[in-house]
């Protein structure tokens, strides 16, 4: 598989973990339904330790990794501090330098609003109105 630089696509992958598997599935719905991401990974069992309020914690958690792009960073992350619990949670975004073929323009295509159609175009597709032929 050949891998391409990105360029101007600024694909980001997004890193956050969560306390339980219901709030990471959330963080992933919420993501896709709204089109912030194109995919989340959701990695189950992820053992962290760490140091907080002066204790050396030692928890298991769900990590999900991001695809998306630089532009919805601020959304994402808004969503993510919506479903997340933590206090203080973890967000962290590293910047795509290259991507198998394809795959970034899929995320881009993901991750972009649908375009509205305009009335001109909704009336093209719109069925035709029934037509009665009276014999006379």
């Known amino acids: 598989m050949e891998c391409l630089p990105v360029g101007s696509k600024d694909l980001i992958i997004v890193v956050t973990s969560v306390g339980t598997e ?7 719905h919420a993501l ?15 053992h962290s330790i760490y140091r907080w309020k002066g204790r050396v914690c030692d928890d298991t ?4 990794v991001i695809k998306t792009v630089s532009g919805q960073f601020q959304a994402v992350r808004e ?12 967000i962290l975004a590293y910047r795509v ?4 073929d394809g795959f ?30 009276i014999a006379s």
């Open 104 to 133: 970034g323009d899929w995320i881009v295509r993901m991750t972009e609003r649908p375009k509205k159609r305009t009335s001109a175009a909704r009336s093209k597709t719109r069925r035709p109105a029934a037509v009665s032929t």
């Open 97 to 100: 330098d290259d991507a198998s």
């Open 79 to 90: 969503t993510i501090q919506k479903v997340n619990t933590y206090e203080l949670p973890e």
């Open 22 to 28: 219901d709030q990471a599935l959330d963080v992933a």
């Open 32 to 46: 896709i339904r709204n089109r912030q991401a194109a995919c989340v990974n959701i990695v189950p069992n992820v």
């Open 61 to 64: 958690e769900w990590l999900c």
